[in-house]
């Protein structure tokens, strides 16, 4: 069966003083929004003084850390980028969702809560921006595992990531709808043939029309020689090459016209 960590999603009234990771959100030149300024107070500017440095932009999916800032109990803040307001998208929000996953799962952090504030002249609603993000955390978080037998998958702990100021909109339904997108794309991930597997065998030796990459009569000879294929005999209705793998045999669909007319294939 598969083993998928499970992400869970709250929404919190009030920022909690005991979060261990807290992440603040900044759209490229932008300056930070209402919840951010009020965390930049507490630690005496040092998170804008931060996020001043030669080395942050605050481009889509980048990611600032900030250990320990003086002022707050957090082992850690982080600064995401969302990149150009202007610019924004849905993919893009989804990304930097996924980008700041990666992050979390590098530093070995299982919970988080996202103080999230509203990012002016953005070109994406905010229940479409908070649901974005959450998108791309989970399925950045997916995992297929054929029987378990990744080492450590029994084991990967799950992640609680908390919302802060959620628009009353996304609070619930967004976060339903969201949900549901992503488990359709895991489910549909899950069902689909492994490489090695019985099913994936089965499809092997279909019609070319199924397998692109498999040489047939209406490929010019050229072509099937570039794909490391060698033909060995054509007739009737079928044509046989050879390659380092063995023989294979194909069928020529007769609604293709074939440059040979299915008969004699140059080598």
Same mark, same amino acid.
């Given at each position: 069966?598969?083993?998928t960590p499970?992400?869970v999603?709250?929404?919190i009234?009030?920022l909690?003083?005991?979060?261990?990771?807290?992440v603040?959100?900044? %759209?490229? #030149?932008q300056?930070?929004?209402e919840?951010?300024?009020?965390?930049d107070t @507490? !630690? =005496?500017g040092a998170?804008?003084?931060a996020?001043?440095?030669p080395?942050f932009?605050?481009?889509s999916g980048?990611c600032l850390?900030i250990?320990a800032?003086h002022?707050?109990a957090?082992?850690?803040?982080?600064v995401?980028?969302l990149?150009?307001?202007?610019a924004?998208?849905?993919?893009?929000?989804?990304?930097?969702?996924a980008?700041?996953?990666?992050?979390?799962e590098?530093?070995g952090?299982?919970?988080a809560?996202?103080?999230?504030d509203t990012?002016?002249?953005?070109?994406?609603?905010?229940?479409e921006?908070a649901?974005?993000?959450a998108l791309?955390i989970?399925l950045?978080?997916y995992?297929?595992d054929?029987?378990?037998?990744r080492p450590? %998958?029994? #084991?990967?702990?799950g992640?609680?990531i908390?919302?802060?100021?959620?628009? @009353? !909109? =996304?609070?619930?339904?967004?976060?339903?709808?969201?949900n549901?997108i992503?488990?359709?794309?895991?489910?549909?991930?899950r069902r689909?043939?492994?490489?090695?597997?019985?099913?994936?065998r089965?499809?092997?030796?279909?019609?070319?029309?199924?397998a692109p990459a498999a040489p047939?009569?209406h490929?010019?000879?050229?072509?099937?020689r570039?794909?490391?294929?060698?033909?060995i005999?054509?007739g009737g209705?079928?044509?046989?090459?050879?390659?380092?793998r063995?023989e294979?045999?194909?069928?020529i669909d007769p609604?293709?016209p074939?440059?040979?007319?299915?008969?004699?294939?140059d080598?």
């Open positions: 069966m598969p083993q499970v992400t999603f709250e929404t009234a009030d909690p003083d005991d979060a261990p990771v807290i603040i959100l900044k %759209a490229g #030149s300056g930070f929004g919840r951010a300024r009020a965390l @507490k !630690t =005496a998170l804008s003084r996020c001043a440095a080395g932009s605050g481009k980048e850390d250990v800032p002022g707050l957090s082992r850690r803040v982080i995401l980028g990149g150009d307001p202007i924004l998208t849905p993919l893009s929000a989804a990304r930097a969702g980008d700041l996953a990666a992050f979390l590098k530093k952090e299982s919970a809560v996202i103080a999230f990012v002016g002249s953005a070109a994406v609603p905010e229940e921006l649901g974005r993000l791309g989970r950045k978080r995992r297929f054929l029987r378990n037998t450590g %998958a029994a #084991s990967e702990a992640w609680v908390g919302f802060v100021g959620l628009p @009353k !909109t =996304a609070r619930g339904a967004e976060l339903a709808r969201i549901a992503a488990g359709g794309i895991e489910d549909a991930h689909r043939p492994r490489r090695g597997s019985p099913r994936s089965r499809n092997s030796g279909r019609s070319p029309l199924r047939t009569a490929w010019p000879a050229a072509a099937s570039d794909r490391g294929f060698r033909h005999r054509s209705d079928s044509v046989a090459y050879s390659s380092s063995g294979s045999t194909y069928g609604e293709i074939s440059e040979t007319d299915g008969t004699q294939l080598t």
